[in-house]
């Protein structure tokens, strides 16, 4: 079990001996210089937080390892292609989608009532309004990219709030009003993503799309960061011509989001630009992060390795 923080690493020791299994965890993420704690075990559970070179899949092939439960919903940070061609097998988890969908809500609802700038305000003891107004939601048109488990859960909760809603997904399955993205883009006051990330999606909101995007629109992104082109949407947002963004997922977070950068340099300049900006909400990619949804992850990704082992394949 790699890559594994506190709250996980004691929910695998919980797990474990329920369903028959001596798991060893480490903190660490999986790579080539710790190969060896692999030895031994066909199956191996992987973090989402750090890339996984195909190198490394190669040595974990040559220590015998045959299966890969990677504790997310994406597999963006794999290269599920390489993996299969030297015969391993990856897979992911599934979760509670409420914890991304509830995050999804806050957010939209700190971007359009301009919480980041308010909260300030009041830290620094200024108890004025602001010079404008918030939005309500039932008076906005919200678009949500992506259908699956996730998207499915924001669309419920928004219909709570009476405001238009608007989906668009390469395979419509749910009763929704779907249209075109680009459609999708040009009529929205809100855009969020819960879109996989592939090659067919990566920046799905290009410079473009942005450019189409309503004037005062707000972007929400909680699937993964190359859906949006990141060097096009900071121009939007600094010129005033988007009315914000909440983003808790940026390309190029490795190595930055899950660290301590208090007493270090941040090695993003797209991400210090963005958060000079007062409309712009950062998160570091803890939409997730519930202890239900950490809960689900350990517990599938045990039974994952634990079907894979027993000759059975999740449906």
């Not at 990677?70 to 509670?96: F, K």
């Not at 005062?216 to 909680?222: H, L, R, W």
């Amino acid at each position: 079990m790699y890559g594994c923080g506190q709250g996980d690493a004691a929910l695998f020791r919980q797990w474990a001996p329920r369903l028959g299994v001596a798991p060893t965890i480490t903190a660490t993420p999986v790579s080539a210089v710790n190969i060896d704690l692999a030895l031994g075990n066909r199956c191996i559970s992987v973090d989402h937080r750090t890339r996984i070179t195909n190198a490394t899949l190669g040595a974990l092939r040559d220590a015998g390892v045959e299966y890969v439960s990677t504790r997310s919903i994406g597999y963006d940070h794999i290269d599920t292609g390489y993996a299969e061609s030297i015969g391993l097998t990856v897979e992911n988890v599934v979760y509670s989608p409420d914890s991304v969908a509830d995050y999804t809500l806050m957010l939209i609802l700190m971007a359009v009532r301009d919480a980041r700038s308010t909260v300030r305000r009041t830290d620094d003891h200024d108890y004025r309004l602001s010079d404008t107004p918030g939005h309500e939601l039932r008076d906005l048109t919200v678009g949500v990219v992506g259908t699956g488990r996730i998207g499915t859960a924001v669309i419920h909760r928004l219909r709570g709030f009476g405001c238009r809603i608007l989906a668009h997904d390469s395979d419509p399955r749910i009763a929704a009003d779907y249209v075109p993205l680009d459609e999708l883009v040009r009529l929205c006051d809100v855009v969020t993503l819960h879109t996989p990330l592939d090659a067919r999606t990566h920046h799905l909101l290009n410079r473009q799309r942005i450019g189409q995007l309503k004037l005062g629109a707000f972007v929400i992104n909680t699937g993964r960061g190359s859906l949006i082109d990141t060097e096009a949407l900071i121009p939007a947002l600094e010129s005033g011509r988007l009315g914000g963004a909440a983003l808790d997922v940026l390309e190029g977070e490795e190595g930055i989001f899950s660290a301590d950068h208090r007493n270090a340099s941040v090695p993003s300049e797209p991400l210090l630009r963005l958060q000079k900006l007062p409309n712009v909400l950062i998160s570091p990619h803890t939409a997730y992060y519930t202890d239900r949804a950490l809960n689900d992850m350990v517990e599938n990704s045990l039974l994952n390795c634990v079907n894979f082992e027993g000759g059975t394949r999740r449906g």
